[in-house]
Each structure stands twice: as structure tokens, then as C-alpha cells.
């Protein structure tokens, strides 16, 4: 179980990756001539924008959840489907953008947070938080099952007719995806490919600095 100063810190971390990540979604989206998200308020690092409040629930129970779809307009894209696969890949990979960012300021500022006393190590804990958990969302959402970003990463490869069936979002890939998270099925891979990539970061934050 964990106590409230974990559930705060855990709060904060998951608050920035989402927001992050669905911003990188809007921006990439905006940037390639769709005006919809921004339309919507959502081309915002503003968390209550993003926020989904059972996807921030079971983000902070089961440490995998989602924010609220960023609204896109694929007849803007000169390549409807090129245009989704590059909208779709900027969520994760601002992620673990964000992520090594957090373990690079954690190594970099390391002496002088912890010579702040107990301010400079709740930024350090809350740094590495956020770290970690945003590289799990972005390996969650890398998950090839509707409608997670890496279904319409990976389903790339089939025939445009195919492809926008496959990535269409219905109830039973819903069913699906909340049985392997209740089930703790995913939960076990996605904390090991997380701890890899923290130390791949960490590494080279450390033969750098």
C-alpha cells in the first residue's frame, strides 16, 4: 500500500506525463495542418485540459491509464494515414522525451537539490517519478490494441482499406485492454521494460556528467 506522500508525488508525475503527451498528440497534429485540437483547447500543457478522471484513477491505483483523446481531423493531413501514424507515435515519444529529461536534471542537479535539504529532495523524488511513470505511459500506450497509439504505429503496415478498420476503436478492444490491466497480465512487462529504459537513461546521464 502506498502512503499519501507516494500518492502525491505519484499524482504530480503522472499529471505532467499526460498532459505532455497529449500536447505532443495536438501539436504534431496542429503542425501538420489539422486546427481541430487546438480548436478545442487542447494544444495546452494545461493538465486539466488532458486530465480523464478514470484514466488518472487507474493511472494512480494501477500505475497504466490514459487521458482524454485529442480531437484530430485526418482530412487535414496531405496523407490521412502517414499523418495518424506520426500523430499517434509523438504521444509516446514525448514521453520518453520527458523522461530523460527528468533523469537527466535528477543526475545534474543532484549536489546542489540535496545540499536544498527536505525541498531539494521532494524535487529529486518528484523528478524521478515522473521519470519513471512517463516512460511507462509511453510504453503502455505503444500497446498494438485500439485505441492505443501503437495499434495505429504498427497496423501502418497493412492496406489503407484494412488499416482504418483495424484501428477503430470498439467495445471489444476496450474489454480487452481493461482485462489484461485488471488482469496484471501487462503490468509485469511494461515495469521491466521501464526499469530498462530508466537505467539506459541513467547510464547515460552518468558516463556524460
Request: proline share 5%.
Amino acid at each position: 500500500m502506498m502512503d499519501i506522500q507516494s500518492y502525491f508525488y505519484r499524482g504530480i508525475a503522472v499529471i505532467l506525463a499526460l498532459g505532455v503527451h497529449e500536447m505532443a498528440h495536438a501539436l504534431v497534429s496542429y503542425l501538420m495542418g489539422d486546427p481541430t485540437a487546438k480548436e478545442k483547447g487542447r494544444l495546452t500543457l494545461d493538465p486539466l485540459a488532458h486530465i480523464d478522471v478514470a484514466g488518472l484513477i487507474c493511472m494512480l491505483i494501477f500505475g497504466i491509464g490514459w487521458a482524454k483523446p485529442v480531437p484530430i481531423d485526418p482530412r487535414y493531413y496531405k496523407d490521412r494515414k502517414t499523418g495518424i501514424v506520426w500523430n499517434s507515435f509523438a504521444g509516446p515519444m514525448a514521453n520518453f522525451l520527458l523522461s530523460f529529461i527528468c533523469v537527466v536534471l535528477f543526475y545534474g542537479t543532484y549536489r546542489f537539490l540535496y545540499s536544498m535539504g527536505i525541498a531539494g529532495r521532494v524535487i529529486q523524488t518528484i523528478l524521478s517519478y515522473t521519470a519513471t511513470i512517463s516512460a511507462s505511459l509511453g510504453i503502455f500506450n505503444l500497446i498494438p490494441i485500439p485505441p492505443m497509439d501503437g495499434s495505429k504505429v504498427l497496423f501502418a503496415f497493412l492496406p489503407d482499406d484494412i488499416y482504418y478498420k483495424a484501428i477503430q476503436e470498439n467495445k471489444i478492444w476496450t474489454i480487452i485492454l481493461f482485462a489484461l490491466i485488471l488482469s496484471g497480465l501487462i503490468g509485469g512487462p511494461i515495469s521491466l521494460l521501464t526499469s530498462n529504459l530508466i537505467d539506459i537513461f541513467s547510464n547515460i546521464c552518468i558516463n556524460i556528467l
